[in-house]
């Protein structure tokens, strides 16, 4: 979870709550969902909070939140931003890897220590969350007043250069060091360079950003010394880059929010990309349907329309328009741009819990006739799992992320093949580690993992599952379906299909199902010896003596039967 410092005077200043106690302003923070962690040699708050709620990364933004839960605060607000001055244009010679690329200006701001040591701070911790680790996002700050614009195309406003730079190419003075260098020996030689040199090693061409005078920063991995921000700073031209236009925007925005709360005038910038042209920030309002019986069935309340109007008000957000459909009532709910976690309605509801208060809400009993207990389907997959237990299989519980080459390559298996297990994985879009990249789609491939992890032990070895797997579905809500999946396997020099077989009848039996297995074709399995599980009538899955070069793969030198199919067959 992130953590920000804050000074209690300072959110004491910007709240307009100087009367507050550090005891109070904690029992109002945690109200907000931030919990104090302890406090920092200097006398300032340790606030840790969720990940989401990344406008709180900045003292000014916590001091919003809180205003708004004081009712100080109403509404939305959207700072006044002047016409674009300067431009900045993107070159075909930009990294295909980091293409993208927003800004602003903000004036007149009065910095003394206190405020950049927070600005810093900020960037940081977008830089660490929403950015991450500057791979997704890098922000650059810099000093207006130090750079020279080039004469914008068509001779209006001036301009700044984002393009591609050789390695050994141009060279400037980054932050923290008095010699010229060139992107190259930035990244050898330089402290920082050196710690974020993985970001960009791989490119042909890095990234870089030109005034008319040279270049002044090297994003992601570090600012020239030529445009430091210093408390003498009044004018500051804020660019990033990134992997995702949307990412760097939404950063963009919370760190405009931040500088207007200190003062400043922000200012747009025109972006020119080669086929399009784009003006940032961009600070238009989203919008999310949420009816009020949602809103009372979840929070367990009564609430007028007047009541969930000001409720949503000093949540930070606006109804734009409400109607009623079927009977019921709906409001089209606006959201500022530095909200970036509003995904779902229920996100929203969240927000009004919060501005009610949880602990203003009153315990009560749901209207039903028992007191919770097991689910039918929970109780139905533990009898199973007792079942495979009793015919001996030793039972497992496996991550449900792998990545695309332990579900098909690994297993002989084409994504595109007719056949269990094959179909397109749930992809995460930044997995933190290539090992994790996809759900699994079949559940014989984690078994077949820990038998490959297991080569040190005796045989026989009998491993059983039942797990969760998913496929990409576009006829479903989420475009995703979800299902629970039987698999084993039995491993050691005698295993075979027969094995297999008798331990599946057993399961079909027990639970009064007729079991079919007629012959099939499936890459895992060596043909000849896989057959097609029916159920009822109904195919769902699959069983077999795994193929040769499947256990290959895994280095295994003993035969491995296995079988898996849907759970809810068994019903």
Same mark, same amino acid.
């Given at each position: 979870?992130?953590?920000?410092?804050?000074?209690?005077?300072?959110?004491?200043?910007?709240?307009?709550?100087?009367?507050?106690?550090?005891?109070?302003?904690?029992?109002?923070?945690?109200?907000?969902?931030?919990?104090?962690?302890?406090?920092?040699?200097?006398?300032?708050?340790?606030?840790?909070?969720?990940?989401?709620?990344?406008?709180?990364?900045?003292?000014?933004?916590?001091?919003?939140?809180?205003?708004?839960?004081?009712?100080?605060?109403?509404?939305?607000?959207?700072?006044?931003?002047?016409?674009?001055?300067?431009?900045?244009?993107?070159?075909?010679?930009?990294?295909?890897?980091?293409?993208?690329?927003?800004?602003?200006?903000?004036?007149?701001?009065?910095?003394?220590?206190?405020?950049? /040591?927070?600005?810093?701070?900020?960037?940081?911790?977008?830089?660490?969350?929403?950015? *991450?680790?500057?791979?997704?996002?890098?922000?650059?700050? $810099?000093?207006?007043?130090?750079?020279?614009?080039?004469?914008?195309?068509?001779?209006?406003?001036?301009?700044?250069?984002?393009?591609?730079?050789?390695?050994?190419?141009?060279?400037?003075?980054?932050?923290?060091?008095?010699?010229?260098?060139?992107?190259?020996?930035?990244?050898?030689?330089?402290?920082?360079?050196?710690?974020?040199?993985?970001?960009?090693?791989?490119?042909?061409?890095?990234?870089?950003?030109?005034?008319?005078?040279?270049?002044?920063?090297?994003?992601?991995?570090?600012?020239?010394?030529?445009?430091?921000?210093?408390?003498?700073?009044?004018?500051?031209?804020? /660019?990033?880059?990134?992997?995702?236009?949307?990412?760097?925007?939404?950063?963009?925005?919370?760190?405009?929010?931040?500088?207007?709360?200190?003062?400043?005038?922000?200012?747009?910038?025109?972006?020119?990309?080669?086929?399009?042209?784009?003006?940032?920030?961009?600070?238009?309002?989203?919008?999310?349907?949420?009816?009020?019986?949602?809103?009372?069935?979840?929070?367990?309340?009564?609430?007028?329309? /007047?009541?969930?109007?000001?409720?949503?008000?000093?949540?930070?957000?606006?109804?734009?328009? /409400?109607?009623?459909?079927?009977?019921?009532?709906?409001?089209?709910?606006?959201?500022?741009?530095? *909200?970036?976690?509003?995904?779902?309605?229920?996100?929203?509801?969240?927000?009004?819990?919060?501005?009610?208060?949880?602990?203003?809400?009153?315990?009560?009993?749901?209207?039903?006739?028992?007191?919770?207990?097991?689910?039918?389907?929970?109780?139905?997959?533990?009898?199973?799992?007792?079942?495979?237990?009793?015919?001996?299989?030793?039972?497992?519980?496996?991550?449900?992320?792998?990545?695309?080459?332990?579900?098909?390559?690994?297993?002989?298996?084409?994504?595109?093949?007719?056949?269990?297990?094959?179909?397109?994985?749930?992809?995460?879009?930044?997995?933190?580690?290539?090992?994790?990249?996809?759900?699994?789609?079949?559940?014989?491939?984690?078994?077949?993992?820990?038998?490959?992890?297991?080569?040190?032990?005796?045989?026989?070895?009998?491993?059983?599952?039942?797990?969760?797997?998913?496929?990409?579905?576009?006829?479903?809500?989420?475009?995703?379906?979800?299902?629970?999946?039987?698999?084993?396997?039995?491993?050691?020099?005698?295993?075979?299909?027969?094995?297999?077989?008798?331990?599946?009848?057993?399961?079909?039996? $027990?639970?009064?199902?007729?079991?079919?297995?007629?012959?099939?074709?499936?890459?895992?399995?060596?043909?000849?010896?896989?057959?097609?599980?029916?159920?009822?009538?109904?195919?769902?899955?699959?069983?077999?003596?795994? $193929?040769?070069?499947?256990?290959?793969?895994?280095?295994?030198?003993?035969?491995?039967?296995?079988?898996?199919?849907?759970?809810?067959?068994?019903?």
């Amino acid at each position: 979870m992130p953590v920000v410092d804050v000074d209690p005077d300072e959110l004491r200043d910007l709240t307009g709550r100087t009367e507050k106690t550090d005891d109070e302003l904690k029992d109002d923070l945690f109200g907000l969902g931030i919990e104090y962690e302890g406090e920092t040699e200097d006398g300032k708050l340790r606030l840790e909070f969720e990940a989401d709620r990344l406008d709180r990364l900045s003292i000014t933004g916590i001091a919003r939140s809180l205003r708004y839960q004081y009712g100080d605060l109403s509404g939305i607000y959207v700072p006044d931003t002047n016409d674009p001055e300067w431009t900045i244009e993107v070159a075909e010679s930009v990294p295909e890897e980091r293409p993208y690329v927003t800004g602003a200006i903000v004036r007149g701001l009065d910095l003394d220590e206190t405020d950049l /040591e927070a600005i810093i701070q900020l960037q940081e911790k977008l830089h660490a969350t929403m950015g *991450r680790k500057r791979a997704k996002g890098a922000i650059g700050v $810099h000093d207006l007043t130090m750079l020279k614009g080039a004469p914008a195309d068509g001779g209006a406003g001036k301009s700044i250069r984002y393009q591609g730079v050789e390695p050994a190419g141009d060279r400037f003075v980054p932050l923290d060091s008095d010699a010229e260098m060139t992107p190259a020996q930035v990244l050898t030689d330089h402290s920082t360079g050196r710690e974020y040199a993985d970001l960009v090693t791989d490119y042909e061409r890095y990234p870089a950003i030109y005034d008319d005078i040279g270049l002044f920063s090297f994003p992601p991995v570090i600012n020239g010394r030529r445009t430091e921000v210093s408390t003498e700073s009044r004018d500051l031209f804020i /660019e990033m880059t990134g992997t995702d236009q949307w990412t760097i925007d939404k950063m963009l925005a919370i760190m405009v929010y931040a500088l207007d709360a200190r003062g400043g005038q922000v200012e747009s910038v025109t972006v020119d990309y080669p086929d399009r042209s784009v003006v940032r920030p961009d600070l238009s309002l989203s919008q999310k349907t949420l009816t009020h019986e949602a809103v009372e069935d979840t929070l367990g309340l009564s609430l007028s329309p /007047e009541e969930l109007h000001d409720l949503i008000d000093r949540a930070g957000l606006e109804i734009a328009t /409400e109607r009623s459909v079927d009977g019921r009532r709906e409001y089209e709910v606006s959201i500022p741009p530095y *909200r970036v976690d509003v995904l779902h309605p229920v996100d929203l509801i969240d927000d009004v819990g919060r501005a009610y208060g949880f602990n203003n809400l009153v315990p009560r009993y749901p209207d039903v006739s028992t007191v919770g207990g097991r689910t039918e389907a929970s109780r139905h997959e533990e009898a199973v799992r007792d079942l495979l237990v009793g015919l001996g299989f030793e039972d497992l519980l496996n991550f449900n992320l792998t990545s695309d080459r332990e579900l098909f390559d690994r297993m002989g298996l084409d994504r595109e093949a007719d056949a269990f297990g094959a179909g397109e994985p749930p992809r995460l879009i930044e997995s933190y580690s290539e090992d994790f990249t996809h759900l699994r789609t079949w559940a014989l491939p984690s078994l077949m993992q820990v038998l490959e992890n297991n080569t040190h032990r005796s045989y026989p070895q009998h491993l059983s599952e039942i797990g969760f797997v998913a496929q990409v579905d576009s006829s479903t809500v989420t475009n995703v379906a979800e299902g629970r999946s039987v698999a084993a396997v039995l491993a050691g020099p005698e295993a075979t299909y027969e094995d297999a077989k008798g331990r599946l009848q057993v399961l079909a039996d $027990h639970f009064g199902v007729d079991l079919a297995t007629p012959a099939t074709e499936h890459p895992s399995f060596i043909d000849g010896r896989v057959a097609e599980i029916r159920l009822d009538g109904d195919s769902v899955g699959v069983i077999g003596e795994l $193929h040769p070069a499947v256990l290959v793969e895994h280095d295994l030198e003993v035969p491995v039967a296995g079988f898996e199919f849907e759970l809810g067959a068994l019903k």
